[in-house]
């Protein structure tokens, strides 16, 4: 009776300890997580692991920061510990596929950290932007788990420098990503070498149709987990938005970091394209503060060592783009800043979702000018919330000048007439503000001009970015060989 007693005690003290024992994974493993500080597992860990280790297939809706990696990486591990014998020469057991490299690098890390020191595991990064020389000299050894991004990984295969046939176990994590970067064809090349005899478990943050159409091609019967509804953003989360010109957005910006309230002690700054992330760094650097970029035209090691540096607290200001930044799990960052708003609203879920974390508290701010007003509206419907507004919030849209407004006295951009003396003349070329119109050739005929075509340019750079299909296809409009011929014929009529 005492030993009974004593025993269920026991049990629910190591259970109170660590509960992820009860979800059937190996004690080496539990010693391991224990060791790490994991004791307790997450949403998609609980629902996750005890299915992936009776050898289902999954299908995981779950953002980076709900633990997802070690949903997947822990079951892996305890199959791996079930195998006799050493990996053969030129195979991996596992396949972990992700979309970055930085997110590649961080499951590498994690997956090394669930298998601790006592289990002897044997893993290797494939990635590309860097040397593969060590990546084919380990895999030539054999290996227990590869994580690779797709496109160096199909070209290691296609160089014969690895086999997938003995793979059992192949993840495809931020599915949604790999798809969005067009890594469709290599990961059905890579999943139609590793054949039928495997589980397959794929993870996204969204569940859109061409993710759906992927899982239901590799996954057989596969159980769903949830960690997080489709669009919902992580409650503790403050959000807000300031409204600001877009050329305003640097005063503002800066406003903010040198404001104590504010408490901006590391922050990640999301920029919409690679040269706008440069600018917002070097206009940061300017304005006397330390921040590091990262984006796709940075080699893997100044990627690298801009996130160990703001790891470590050395760099306080992170300014990246999206695809760079999926994946960073740095601890601690106190803000997110959408410099600009994306254009595809889930990227703002992936973005705010970089603080936060673990059940942290982190402030979301968005600086958005009038031409961001429809892609604030996007966000909002897709996280179904309203989000709080301040600064100029009469902010109108640059959107065209109607017709008549342009030639008001003193309308902006108006042309210079007996109506509106003080307008400026535009330099030739120049940019109309909100909008430019095209010149349209008046035809001979006498009849109206045609509809001029509307193109829209960019406030900094002046370089089109929308406007209808071919306002800025630059096409000639006469192929050389016309041109002749109209000269010729020209000429012959003058002779
Ligand atoms: P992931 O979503 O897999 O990128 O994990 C996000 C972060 O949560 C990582 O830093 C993990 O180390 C951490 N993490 C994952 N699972 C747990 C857990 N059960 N308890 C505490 N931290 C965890």
Redesign the pocket.
């Known amino acids: 009776m005492r030993q009974g007693a004593c025993a269920v005690s026991r049990n629910m003290k190591d259970k109170s300890l660590n509960d992820?024992i009860s979800l059937g994974l190996p004690s080496l493993i539990t010693d391991s997580?224990t060791a790490?500080?994991?004791?307790?597992?997450?949403k998609?860990?609980s629902q996750a692991i005890p299915k992936l280790l009776e050898g289902r297939d999954m299908l995981g809706i779950?953002?980076?920061?709900?633990?997802?990696?070690?949903?997947f990486?822990l079951p892996i591990l305890a199959g791996i510990l079930g195998l006799t014998g050493r990996p053969r020469p030129m195979t991996t057991r596992a396949l972990i596929l992700a979309p970055t490299r930085e997110?590649a690098v961080?499951?590498d890390e994690?997956i090394r950290?669930f298998a601790g020191s006592k289990m002897k595991l044997d893993t290797v990064l494939v990635l590309g932007g860097v040397s593969r020389y060590h990546q084919v000299g380990k895999i030539a050894k054999g290996v227990d788990v590869v994580v690779a991004t797709p496109g160096r990984l199909k070209d290691l295969m296609d160089d014969n420098k690895i086999r997938l046939n003995e793979t059992r176990w192949l993840v495809l994590d931020e599915a949604d990503r790999m798809l969005d970067m067009g890594f469709i064809a290599p990961v059905r090349a890579i999943a139609k070498q590793i054949g039928l005899r495997r589980q397959t478990m794929l993870f996204s943050a969204t569940m859109a149709p061409e993710v759906e159409d992927l899982a239901k091609t590799l996954l057989k019967d596969p159980i769903k987990v949830e960690?997080a509804p489709q669009g919902s953003t992580v409650v503790k989360i403050d959000q807000r938005v300031i409204m600001s010109g877009s050329k305003a957005k640097r005063g503002v910006l800066n406003d903010l970091l040198a404001d104590e309230k504010e408490g901006m002690e590391r922050v990640i700054i999301f920029s919409r394209t690679k040269h706008g992330a440069d600018r917002v760094a070097k206009n940061l650097a300017i304005d006397g503060h330390e921040a590091a970029a990262i984006h796709g035209n940075k080699s893997q090691n100044a990627r690298q060592a801009a996130l160990k540096g703001f790891a470590n607290g050395s760099v306080r200001i992170l300014v990246a783009t999206d695809i760079a930044a999926r994946?960073i799990?740095v601890?601690g960052i106190t803000h997110v800043v959408n410099y600009e708003l994306p254009d595809d609203p889930e990227n703002y879920v992936h973005r705010i979702g970089r603080t936060g974390?673990?059940g942290a508290s982190g402030i979301a701010i968005t600086l958005c000018d009038g031409t961001e007003k429809s892609k604030l509206r996007d966000v909002e419907r897709l996280i179904r919330r309203t989000l709080p507004v301040s600064g100029d919030v009469n902010l109108v849209e640059e959107a065209p000048v109607p017709r008549g407004a342009r030639n008001a006295p003193g309308a902006p951009g108006g042309a210079r007439t007996a109506r509106n003396p003080k307008a400026k003349p535009r330099k030739f070329n120049s940019p109309r503000p909100g909008g430019e119109r095209t010149k349209a050739a008046a035809p001979a005929n006498g009849e109206r001009p045609a509809q001029a075509k509307m193109v829209r340019r960019d406030s900094e750079t002046g370089k089109v970015i929308g406007g209808k299909p071919g306002a800025k296809s630059g096409k000639p409009r006469w192929t050389k060989g016309q041109r002749d011929a109209g000269r010729a014929r020209r000429a012959s009529a003058s002779a």
């Not at 790490?36 to 997450?42: M, R, S």
């Not at 779950?62 to 949903?71: D, E, F, L």
């Open positions: 992820f997580l790490g500080g994991f004791t307790e597992p997450t998609i860990q779950a953002q980076t920061g709900s633990g997802k990696t070690a949903a990486g997110l961080q499951i994690n950290k960690a994946g799990d601890t974390r673990n």
